[in-house]
């Protein structure tokens, strides 16, 4: 059972836009600003796409933006394209031993 | 260009112990804290430990404490994981990642794959 609780799977048409939600409680994602959110494609390493809730890194296209409210943090992706297919994982600071926590990631399949 | 090789792994028996390394390139190492995040087969990502820029101040995860040790050689630029008393469940791949800020990773290795087994 992973730290935080995302959907198993999302999908969406190209063009369109989609949500992946990322829950969790007042010791990580409710109580820091410090969600981030990575892409994994098949065999590849992860990405980061979204530090500290709502940052991009430099590269990242606009599509992708990360939000939260409460102890559910959001991520956005608009005018899906056919790369997008990947594996989403959210990740928190959490204030205990363990120190970082990730979700048990969601698979995006473009129809 | 940030690089990050990690190497070592391999197949080892329960009980066993297993070191596996992740050269750095491209960056002032010492700048950065690094971390270790590991994914089990078909499975999510696990973060495994994490050691400040200096290497003085060191973090696990309650499924490794006590059996690894992360360590850092800033004259190498070199992060290493030592892991004993291995079980079933730590295999899995174990990337090395860089960290700007303790909590999240801007950098990935290819990872390497560590697998424990009779």
Same mark, same amino acid.
């Given at each position: 059972?992973?730290?935080?609780?995302?959907?198993?799977?999302? @999908?969406?048409?190209?063009?369109?836009?989609?949500?992946?939600?990322?829950?969790?409680?007042?010791?990580?994602?409710?109580?820091?600003?410090?969600?981030?959110?990575?892409?994994?494609?098949?065999?590849?390493?992860?990405?980061?796409?979204?530090?500290?809730?709502?940052?991009?890194?430099?590269?990242?296209?606009?599509?992708?933006?990360?939000?939260?409210?409460?102890?559910?943090?959001?991520?956005?992706?608009?005018?899906?394209?056919?790369?997008?297919?990947?594996?989403?994982?959210?990740?928190?600071?959490? @204030? @205990? @031993?363990?120190?970082?926590?990730?979700?048990?990631?969601?698979?995006?399949?473009?129809? | 260009?940030?690089?990050?090789?990690?190497?070592?792994?391999?197949?080892?028996?329960?009980?066993?112990?297993?070191?596996?390394?992740?050269?750095?390139?491209?960056?002032?190492?010492?700048?950065?804290? =690094?971390?270790?995040?590991?994914?089990?087969?078909?499975?999510?990502?696990?973060?495994?430990?994490?050691?400040?820029?200096?290497?003085?101040?060191?973090?696990?995860?309650?499924?490794?404490?006590?059996?690894?040790?992360?360590?850092?050689?800033?004259?190498?630029?070199?992060?290493?994981?030592? =892991?004993?008393?291995?079980? #079933?469940?730590?295999?899995?791949?174990?990337?090395?990642?860089? #960290?700007?800020?303790?909590?999240?990773?801007?950098?990935?290795?290819?990872?390497?794959?560590?697998?424990?087994?009779?």
């Amino acid at each position: 059972q992973s730290a935080l609780t995302q959907p198993a799977s999302v @999908s969406g048409s190209p063009g369109q836009s989609i949500t992946i939600s990322c829950t969790g409680t007042s010791s990580d994602v409710g109580g820091y600003k410090y969600v981030s959110w990575y892409q994994q494609h098949p065999g590849k390493a992860p990405k980061l796409l979204i530090y500290d809730v709502t940052n991009r890194p430099s590269g990242i296209s606009n599509r992708f933006s990360g939000s939260k409210s409460g102890n559910t943090a959001s991520l956005t992706i608009s005018g899906l394209q056919a790369e997008d297919e990947a594996d989403y994982y959210c990740s928190s600071y959490r @204030s @205990s @031993s363990t120190h970082v926590v990730f979700g048990g990631g969601t698979k995006l399949t473009v129809l | 260009e940030v690089q990050l090789l990690e190497s070592g792994g391999g197949l080892v028996q329960p009980g066993g112990s297993l070191r596996i390394s992740c050269a750095a390139s491209g960056f002032t190492f010492s700048n950065f804290a =690094m971390n270790w995040v590991r994914q089990a087969p078909g499975k999510g990502l696990e973060w495994v430990s994490a050691i400040s820029g200096s290497g003085i101040s060191t973090y696990y995860a309650d499924s490794v404490k006590g059996r690894f040790t992360i360590s850092r050689d800033l004259s190498r630029n070199t992060l290493y994981l030592q =892991m004993n008393s291995l079980k #079933a469940e730590d295999t899995a791949v174990y990337y090395c990642a860089r #960290a700007p800020i303790l909590y999240y990773f801007d950098s990935w290795g290819q990872g390497t794959l560590v697998a424990v087994s009779p």
